[in-house]
Nanobody, 126 residues
């Protein structure tokens, strides 16, 4: 059983930065493709960034150049460095993982991932 626990959310002003963390336990972390998703009130959950088993990363167009996804295998932790935050980045951010390499699956599709954390709130004020 994989367990994912996010932390690092908070409230910041526009232009500020936050770093989200997701600690993984319960399985072979380094082999998992992982991703960050977010969900704003009244909106569908959307993909933000993903990293595959080989370390290759992908990003939603809305965060390219501002957000960076990374993994520390020694600490079993996934990160999301968020710079240049905008009010439209306000959402609950979720960490996700799956047992299988992404292959042809869409890393920005929530259905690609079978394991989820509980989420952490990010609020950006203008």
């Amino acid at each position: 059983q994989v367990q994912l626990v996010e932390s690092g959310g908070g409230s910041v002003q526009a232009g500020g930065s936050l770093r989200l963390s997701c600690v993984v336990s319960g399985h072979i972390y380094s082999r998992y493709p992982m991703a960050w998703f977010r969900q704003a009130p009244g909106k569908e959950r959307e993909g933000v960034a993903a990293i595959d088993n080989d370390g290759s990363a992908s990003y939603a167009d809305s965060v390219k150049g501002r957000f960076t996804i990374s993994k520390d295998n020694a600490k079993n932790t996934l990160y999301l460095q968020m710079n240049g935050l905008k009010p439209e980045d306000t959402a609950v951010y979720f960490c996700a993982a799956d047992r299988f390499a992404l292959g042809a699956r869409d890393p920005m599709d929530p259905l690609t991932f079978g394991n989820w954390g509980q989420g952490t709130q990010v609020t950006v004020s203008s």
